[in-house]
């Protein structure tokens, strides 16, 4: 199968549905055999942005670009997209041979090639055995492999994918997850996905676009974008991030001080320094926790009350309290030798992290 | 008396559309022991099953008996058994005449209501829960005016004179320089029908439409089906048991109407119907009417069997 990759353009995409805005001004380059996430919370806009890309809906204001042509006026059935529902949507009156067949028989395509290029969309996705059951009879993966066979054998310019893996358990999605990312790769084909599911937008997008309240968050690689959040919703949607609020204290010579209370200062790595307060996140996985054995002297480092230890097989999360009320939070890989560092709870230890983890963010 | 014999016809048809209620309940009497549940069920239900079978059940199972039983000269109807009625029924082609004009009749207003049906259906289940109220009410209106008094409507627009309203109307506009003759034909009984069976396939249509995932049509699109083939291979073949209901009901309503016939079919478009009300009404021949009757009710319900077999195998594929 063989598709030319479609660059998209979206250009100030915008949705009101009466008053309310589902998509804001949403604009995104697309590369041609991208595959992008469109990650955020419920609600935010994702599938309304997805169904104005296939002009499922109407635009209420933007365009849309298509290798460089307008394409928001053309109808649907004009376009060459494939796409994935939710719900897997087979044609429950039809077989899996005629629900992937359905694509061609549209396209005017003879029986007998359309025939051929079912069986090689069925062997993609390896239900060639298949063709004669109902969607009821199938499993809610091999459902969801259909569709992808019947989304793929029209040879789309672009697959549109909304949730797609939702409604499989947590194994299945996984192996979903990478099943979907070779074919993707294979294929070329440009992609755009929607997910609620951070970790699914991690493992398979070569870019994250995070969404909040039909607005673009912040849009780069999925490392870009969980080690360099922009905003502080992205930094506590994507992962867990410990948010530290002070006041910006001068500077330390390359970075900018920031001081949180009198327990606790942070050097942030920032060229600019903004004036006033300031909020910074920080990943638990960069902060490393043990014995206080001297008093802290420097920034970046604070004696905190352990609440709590959390075994977690490859790792420990540690549950601690600063001086000022505020909780901490720490990821600790285990060393894998088979010793437990034992820290009693309710005991003072010292947490402290590199100068480099502490990350500047919006705060709106 | 004769209102009170149409409505029995009518619950005679009606009851066959209903049918699996009363597989249910022979269900639950299977059983041995019964759970407090099962026994809870089946009192909740005597009241019903003892006033069907009261006003429905003996007195419709007499009148078949009656098509079977001889008339004496001073009116008792008695053994010996005998057949001759039937014989005489489909002997006599005015009555096989009736009865392929009823049938008729009914299949086509049938066909013609679920033509009609199917886009008020679709436009009901696209629209906002306002507008679905609202179509909702308008298309149940012509329920809640009686009959008689829709028919005498009908009556008035329908008439062959220079007054009626349609053929005033077409005169007019010189569209016919003689008025034409639509009352006491079949297209004014199925006009009649259409109007007051029309909820009946509306409702079934609607409510079958609006159970079709919105996804399978967007899917459709999708794949390049402008809208009328998204109808034709999604949404028509997903509410066909709707149009199964919708169809038998508007169908067994029809076949065995006698007012619409009464009035705007005169004796241009008889139905079976009118023919009972003769038999049992004017010539007091209690075993022929109930002859007729029978034949009406076996047709109607084979007719609905087949159908629903057809559309049912048809939903399978
Ligand atoms: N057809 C619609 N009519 C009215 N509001 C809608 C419609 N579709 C979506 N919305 C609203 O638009 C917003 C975004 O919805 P959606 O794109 O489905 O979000 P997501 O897919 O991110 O969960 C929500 O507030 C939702 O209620
Ligand atoms: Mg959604």
Redesign the interface.
Known sequence: MHTQPAAVRLADLTKHYGKAVAVDRLSLNIEPGELVALLGPSGCGKTTSL?MI?V?VQPSGGEIFVNGASITRV?????????L???Y?????LTVAENVI??LE??GIKRRAAGLRVQEALDLVQLGGHQHKLPSQLSGGQQQRV?LA??LV?EPAML?LDEPLGALDKSLRESMQVELRLLQRRLGITTVMVTHDQDEALTLADRIVVMRDGRLEQVGSPAEVYQYPATRFVAGFLGVSNFFQGTVDGRTGEAVLVRCSNDLQLTVPAASVPSGSATIALRPEAVRVGPVGRVPPGPNMVVATLEQAVYRGFMVHYYLRLPGGEPLIAFQQNSGNGVVVGMDPGQPVLAEWDEGSNRLVRDE | MQSVRSTTETMTVTATVFSPASSAVRATQGPPLLSRGQLAGILLLLPAAGFLLAFFLVPALTLFAYSVLTQRADGVVTLPLTVSHFQHFFGTSLYTHVLFSTLRMAAVTAAIAALLGYPVALVMVRSNAMVMRIMTIVVIAPLIVSVVVRTYGWELLLANTRTGVVNWVLLSLGIIHQPIRILYTETAVIIGSLHVFFPMMVLPLASALSKINPQLEDAARTLGAPSWRVFWRVSLPLSLPGLAVGFTLVFSLTASSYVTPAILGGTGAQMLGNLIEQQIAAVYDWPFGATVALVLVATVIGINLASTWFFERRNRL
């Open positions: 169904r296939a499922l109808p649907v059935h004009k376009r060459n997209i494939g796409m529902f939710q719900s949507a087979l044609f429950p009156h359905f694509g549209m396209r569709a019947r989304a029209i549109l």
